[in-house]
């Protein structure tokens, strides 16, 4: 039996009035690679703060042994120093500083003089990056760079911290499949090759399933289970149950009830440009469509034009319109501004919750009645007591679970986020409802239950087209599937004849070497 | 509209909270707020008794009131600008302007003293349509827009003043400023249509906390305990029939007072209870996510500004009424304690926070120290570090509270 590098002994945090973390015990073999997985708040993150030292010694109760000996780290200072390197699931990458500053920032290569020696920087910068498999130029500023190879530079600057444990926290959460492919498979060369420990957090199954050789599943702030990858009982559904606490027959409720009647709403010919380059097109000539009471998919890989083609039929919030028209109805309509949108009942849902979607120091209340405002006012006033009870008949509809609609947003998870979303849009009597990776960082649980909301929405005969990442997911919940590739539209497949290689063809089909002539782009 | 309703029945038992559980309210969720008005009042104790009783004599009351009533004003606009997520150096340059538009043609040109006070007031919307305009729809930030109007306005009061001072304003004029309400129903010794007012005011807001209550319970919303929440109605009028009384036994209601109390009721319900209102908070807290919203943002930011124009017009009515003139030094520093007025009051530095009722108090704090140090005989190079620090405290307080909030998470 191989020794351990870390163990955690019944560790227990307590917020005030609630327990995070109750006994959690944690054993890390020396050199594997140990999932840990568990829904939205059943304890996971606090329990790698503990570990790092965010929350420092003292804080908490239970044990924590690395290496041998016991850990009582006061910083993230202390306990990098001893090698336990976390990357968490926002980059902590400064966009405007150059790949080396930013590997080397906090822990700067001095030369003579004690002045940063930039040509010992950047070669060692080039060897770091080499290792997570990257060939950039060191002195190129980060933001110019893609999510994927973001990732991979924090993977180097951990690297160049001699770290021994690494912890990554949801690493492929904004990666698309193919530079999560890559992230995974540099995990296994770095176990393999320098003996490098890591603890994945994940939500995704099949990843685990992939580069896990343990996993440890923790549910309600308690460790459940720790389970060896290579026992063949260990697999996908065996997690679920785990993290679940309950057998999930299915991860997406049936398709009953749907009756997909007249076209809806029709997007024809679009084009847009990049918002601070012109020449660039971003969505070239990109149709589609939506019959009352479907749900359309769109397909496309990271960088595709996905949100960059919502968002900017949604009252043009993104880039420079090119040409394009739209349809409700069979009647052309136009879409200039949010507001013009919400009028014809045109919903979007952002990718970004947190970012786009609301207003994180608000009320759940005022979130839910932001962008149907104009239904609580009457000569100029709003109708405060019914925008309560508004509130309040949605978060029994759509099963929030806060004490409160007064709570401020901010204090959810991120399944009840997505209901608040949810619920302001539906709140506008949309019958067109764009959402945009609408389980993005949701645990299971909250993933079904958003897909039943999807269900219900179709049923009660709106348009829905729901854009992802996740192909499983489009294939489950869609009654067609776009694909969406470089800023065109590369195909449409019905649900029994879409798989995912078919799919992933079309995702990945180049320009052929003469573009269709965009016979209606006129004007810009 | 698909939701299920599952009204319960009014005035269920979980609406209404046990006495413990408001207590504790009041020093948990809402201790920012309940901790300014617990600060004002330790504030105001603790000056009565340096001042041994002086700072709570009514002429003093009465001279808090005329004296910062224009800061007050401001701080109202101001705590607007701070809730969308910006700031407005240029208030105090504002006041001086319009002022001296105003002592231009009331004064020099002897037009009648109601086209002074329409002048100011448009000089005031003017600046702020300007500001706004820049701000709004050019997109420069409000702190560069206003910095520099900092400086064109006062430059355009000693261009419009030729650098020298005028006075006196009519009659008519200053009494905006300085004048009472007092004696029309005569009284023993005191005033006593000033109590009738305040009675009638306390009456009203008697009725409208008890509407407000019954809306709540029947909405099926948290409302405190019954007995808290007589006491707190107890209080609430007994505090304000006794200023009253030492008004009355004064020189009577203030003019002042009464617009003052026109402008908080007024914006109170502009920033709680109107699309404008609400716009504000939703692009002060997020800005991506009000635009996705269908926020006209541009036209909230112009808004901001204009009315933050408007207010300062207001202002330089009242000062200029006040200081029976206008000078070209008018005003200086004036917008620097409007916007600590406001973050002493529970605005956020990053905008979406803030509440107009919390700036009155954050500037009442103010002026009361202020006020009670000047009595006390203070240096006010001793008086300016008391004020800086009292900021410094106030915002760390905040932010304090918001990282042991994000704590217990």
Redesign the interface.
């Known amino acids: 039996m191989a020794e351990n590098i870390l163990e955690m002994h019944s560790i227990t945090k307590t917020?005030?009035?609630?327990k995070a973390l109750e006994d959690v015990e944690l054993r890390v073999e020396k050199g594997e690679i140990h999932a840990i997985c568990g829904e939205n708040g059943a304890g996971k993150s606090t329990l790698m703060k503990v570990l790092s030292g965010v929350y420092p010694y003292g804080t908490y109760d239970g044990k924590i042994v690395f290496q041998g000996k016991e850990a009582r780290y006061h910083s993230i200072k202390e306990s990098e120093h001893a090698g336990v390197v976390i990357i968490h699931q926002e980059l902590a990458l400064v966009p405007h500083l150059t790949v080396a500053e930013n590997i080397f920032l906090g822990n700067e290569r001095k030369g003579r003089f004690g002045l940063i020696d930039w040509n010992e920087a950047n070669t060692q910068a080039i060897e770091l990056m080499h290792q997570v498999g990257l060939d950039e130029n060191p002195t190129t500023p980060v933001g110019q760079l893609g999510v994927g190879k973001q990732q991979l530079i924090e993977i180097a600057k951990a690297l160049s911290k001699d770290v021994s444990l690494l912890i990554l926290d949801e690493p492929t959460a904004a990666l698309n499949d193919s530079d999560s492919q890559h992230l995974l498979d540099l995990m296994k060369r770095l176990r393999d090759e320098q003996g490098i420990t890591s603890i994945m957090i994940s939500h995704k199954l099949n990843e685990i399933e992939y580069v896990a050789d343990t996993t440890t599943i923790i549910r309600d702030g308690q460790t459940i289970e720790t389970l060896d990858m290579s026992d063949p009982e260990s697999n996908q559904d065996r997690i679920i149950r785990g993290m679940v606490g309950r057998e999930l027959e299915n991860r997406y409720p049936p398709k009953t009830g749907r009756h997909v009647g007249e076209e809806l709403f029709r997007v024809e010919n679009w084009s847009v440009n990049h918002p601070t380059q012109p020449d660039r097109i971003v969505i070239d000539n990109a149709s589609f469509d939506v019959k009352a009471g479907e749900v359309v998919g769109i397909a496309g890989l990271m960088g595709a034009g996905r949100t960059e083609l919502a968002m900017s039929v949604?009252?043009r919030?993104y880039g420079r319109h090119g040409s394009g028209k739209v349809y409700k109805r069979g009647k052309e309509i136009h879409t200039r501004?949010?507001?013009e949108?919400?009028q014809n009942g045109i919903a979007?849902a952002?990718e970004d919750r947190k970012?786009?979607?609301?207003?994180?120091?608000?009320d759940i209340r005022?979130n839910i009645s932001?962008?149907g405002?104009?239904k609580l006012?009457s000569n100029?006033?709003?109708n405060?007591?019914e925008e309560?009870?508004v509130a309040?008949?949605?978060r029994?509809?759509m099963n929030i679970k806060t004490p409160?609609v007064?709570q401020k947003a901010g204090?959810l998870s991120g399944g009840n986020q997505q209901k608040v979303v949810l619920s302001?849009w539906?709140?506008t009597?949309a019958d067109v409802v764009i959402l945009d990776e609408p389980t993005r960082g949701i645990d299971v649980g909250a993933k079904y239950e958003i897909y039943t909301i999807i269900n219900?929405l179709a049923s009660?005969g709106k348009a829905v087209v729901i854009i992802s990442s996740e192909l499983p997911e489009l294939l489950g919940t869609c009654d067609r599937i776009f694909t969406l590739a470089f800023g065109r539209i590369t195909g449409q497949l019905p649900i029994d004849e879409a798989n995912p290689e078919a799919l992933m063809k079309l995702m990945t089909q180049e320009r052929t070497a003469k573009p269709a002539a965009a016979s209606a782009g006129e004007g810009k | 509209?698909?939701?299920?309703?599952?009204?319960k029945k009014p005035g269920s038992d979980e609406s209404t909270e046990s006495i413990g559980a408001s207590i504790r309210a009041a020093f948990t969720t809402n201790l920012r707020q309940s901790g300014i008005f617990i600060a004002f009042i330790a504030i105001v104790i603790l000056f009565t008794f340096l001042t041994e009783g002086t700072l709570l004599t009514g002429q003093n009351v009465t001279n808090i009131i005329l004296q910062y009533s224009y800061i007050l004003v401001l701080a109202i606009g101001m705590v607007i600008v701070i809730i969308g997520g910006h700031i407005d150096l240029s208030v105090g340059s504002v006041v001086a302007f319009s002022g001296a538009v105003s002592a231009v043609l009331v004064i020099k040109n002897g037009m009648p003293w109601w086209v002074g006070v329409l002048a100011a007031i448009g000089v005031g919307i003017l600046v702020g349509a300007w500001q706004g305009f820049w701000v709004a729809f050019v997109g420069i930030p409000a702190f560069i827009t206003t910095l520099a109007g900092m400086l064109m306005f006062r430059g355009a009061t000693y261009l419009t003043l030729e650098n020298i001072s005028l006075s006196p304003f009519p009659a008519e004029y200053a009494r905006i400023g300085v004048g009472f309400q007092n004696g029309l129903l005569g009284g023993p010794g005191y005033d006593v249509f000033t109590l009738v007012v305040f009675a009638i005011a306390v009456a009203a807001y008697i009725f409208t906390q008890f509407r407000q209550r019954a809306?709540?319970v029947s909405?099926?919303?948290?409302v405190a305990a019954m007995p808290l929440f007589i006491v707190k109605l107890v209080a609430v009028a007994a505090v304000v029939m006794w200023l009253s009384w030492l008004l009355a036994n004064n020189r009577g209601l203030p003019n002042v007072l009464i617009i003052l109390t026109i402008l908080v009721i007024v914006y109170t319900?502009v920033t709680?209870?109107?699309?404008f209102g609400?716009n504000v908070?939703?692009i002060g807290?997020?800005l991506?996510?009000?635009?996705?919203?269908?926020?006209?943002v541009k036209w909230v930011n112009f808004g901001i500004m204009l009315n933050m124009g408007f207010l300062a017009g207001v202002a330089g009515v009242l000062f200029g009424a006040r200081s029976n003139g206008a000078q070209p030094g008018a005003g200086n520093m004036f917008e620097l304690d409007a916007i600590a007025a406001s973050f002493i009051g529970g605005a956020?530095v990053t905008g979406?926070?803030g509440k107009v009722t919390g700036a009155i108090i954050g500037g009442l704090i103010m002026a009361t120290m202020t006020n009670g140090m000047q009595l006390i005989g203070w240096d006010q190079s001793l008086q300016n570090i008391v004020k800086g620090l009292v900021l410094l405290l106030a915002v760390a307080f905040d932010v304090y509270n918001k990282r042991r909030a994000g704590?217990?998470?």
Not at chain 1, 15 to 18: Q, S, Y
Not at chain 1, 355 to 362: M, Q, T
């Open positions: 917020f005030p009035g609630v949604f009252g919030t501004s949010v507001a949108c919400i979007y952002t970012r786009y979607g609301l207003n994180l120091i608000d005022h932001a962008a405002i104009h006012t100029g006033w709003i405060t007591n309560l009870k309040q008949e949605y029994v509809a409160s007064l204090n302001k539906m709140y009597d219900k009660e | 509209m698909s939701t299920t309703a599952t009204a809306a709540a909405y099926n919303q948290h319900l709680t209870r109107t699309v609400r908070y939703a807290g997020n991506t996510a009000a635009t996705l919203s269908g926020v006209k956020a979406g926070v704590a217990s998470r």
